[in-house]
């Protein structure tokens, strides 16, 4: 039978599916291509376990759904933008995601570099223009939240110290503080936006923001986990890849056993900081627990 | 002697030289490369005549210059992403910019990726912080603008229909398009700019797209004239490759004469645009003449 989580999470993909379809039109002009690979990368299934985090968030604040699922939208844009770039051959080169071909390999790279340049873009067009949804402030403290969680000192920082850091320069600490930024940003950006929406007190951004660290650090050796252990078949893209390559990751710096351990003790240390919402934050307690316990 | 003009070009270059280095610190993280890239593409130089468009259009309206060259810096952030983008061996595939080896040439393409995207998201954190300077409907409203500029339907869109045009797509009609999207979009937003900033009237905001939408497309006619006749040592990049590449430009679809022609008349219909504004547009003036007497 289906838990609560697992229909919550099957909702919002369904929610997100139509949302993101009315943001990505089709288009008949010399620059088709560059819509249709969009559309392929946005709509092309996914966890949508961002968006699940916006929406959750907000709904701790009784945000209305109409507002939180324009921004959980702006961030299933900039994950897509970031899988696309990611995924090219200069960067990780590869030529499977979700269990379809990459966006360079389906189109080609020019259109792969430009649909990610345009949804990087679209993500900060749809939160401006939610004007009916929210006010200018809630708004433009959105779009500096998720610039900042982009940028050099966010995701593509991550990205940066993840394709440069020879080995010799890797430790637990320099790869925490990588995959904090790698993919740990926009996971805090997540959680920050249901704060924003829901104007939250100090206390209350302050507990979100300690949940969103302890579970995007999970969230990610759960990732080398299942990078180390999971099949092509299961994770729908190559695996194994960064042990073939020699690189650093949770698993390699601290093994299997541990890093299990390690990324179970930060989902109990993420829930116990969802304390002061009460049985309200039922669903984002069980988010962490998905975190570590999915198998793709 | 300098003009007025070359003056204004002169300082406002220096203006930005200083202020964008304000926002591209040095890094010894294992992102530093990153950083290197990011000031390597923004500091080289350019014309920083988007930057000129934004402040000439917001001092129409006596906004303070604080206010206008943060606006500016963020719009020459775009328009360094947008040449590195576009240099990509993908794309254009240009050794040469500015007298200067390419981002990708002289780092990687990895970084050249990394670091569009990260001076795209720097844009509007930009905007979205200038607190102090301008109240959130303003912010929001520029970071709007600038996202469309970027986006599908601007920047992105007709470098997209640069690329995939075959040349039997293409006439007049089309490339008048392409080419208003490509660079005429980011040339807009810098006087829609100067226009929110000052809040201008309706008519006068009017005014402002009308001579930008001239002037972007004079700009450009007189880009494809420099790419026919000038040398690659004026010019500071590889210059005659569209023709080599049997590509459809202003020029071989018009004639070198009927292309001066066209132009000539565009900056005399976008110098008309400005007659609201009075002896206040002069330097607006000047830069439209400059779009099509400039060398490189």
Chains 1, 2 share one sequence.
Do not use: W
């Not at 961002?50 to 701790?60: C, S």
């Not at 990751?249 to 003790?265: K, P």
Request: hydrophobic share 45%; net charge negative; proline share 3%.
């Amino acid at each position: 039978m289906e838990d609560d989580f697992s229909k919550a999470l099957r909702q919002t993909a369904e929610l997100m599916d139509r949302e993101l379809r009315e943001f990505l039109p089709l288009n008949e002009g010399l620059e088709r291509q560059l819509y249709e690979a969009m559309r392929y990368s946005v709509l092309s299934g996914g966890k949508r376990l961002r968006a699940l985090l916006v929406i959750q968030a907000a709904d701790l604040f009784s945000v209305p759904r109409l507002h939180s699922t324009r921004v959980a939208s702006a961030i299933e844009m900039v994950h897509s933008y970031s899988l696309i770039h990611d995924d090219l051959p200069c960067m990780d080169d590869d030529d499977l995601r979700r269990g379809l071909p990459t966006v360079h390999r389906k189109f080609d790279e020019a259109t792969a570099v430009l649909a990610g340049d345009a949804l990087q873009s679209l993500a900060f067009e749809i939160i401006a223009n939610a004007k009916t949804h929210s006010s200018a402030e809630v708004r433009i403290k959105l779009a500096g939240s998720l610039a900042q969680a982009i940028g050099a000192r966010g995701m593509v920082g991550g990205q940066t110290m993840d394709m440069y850091a020879g080995d010799d320069d890797i430790d637990i600490v320099t790869i925490t503080r990588l995959q904090q930024m790698k993919t740990g940003a926009l996971i805090t950006f997540a959680c920050e936006a249901g704060a924003i929406l829901g104007h939250a007190s100090p206390p209350q951004q302050q507990a979100l923001k300690a949940y969103a660290h302890d579970l995007g650090l999970a969230f990610q050796i759960a990732d080398d986990i299942l990078d180390a252990e999971g099949s092509p078949e299961e994770m729908g893209k190559a695996t194994g890849k960064d042990a073939a390559a020699g690189k650093a990751t949770f698993v390699s710096l601290m093994g299997l056993e541990e890093a299990r351990i390690h990324a179970a003790m930060l989902v109990d240390q993420a829930i116990k900081h969802l304390e002061i919402f009460g049985p309200k934050a039922d669903l984002l307690r069980h988010a962490a627990r998905f975190a570590i316990e999915r198998r793709n």
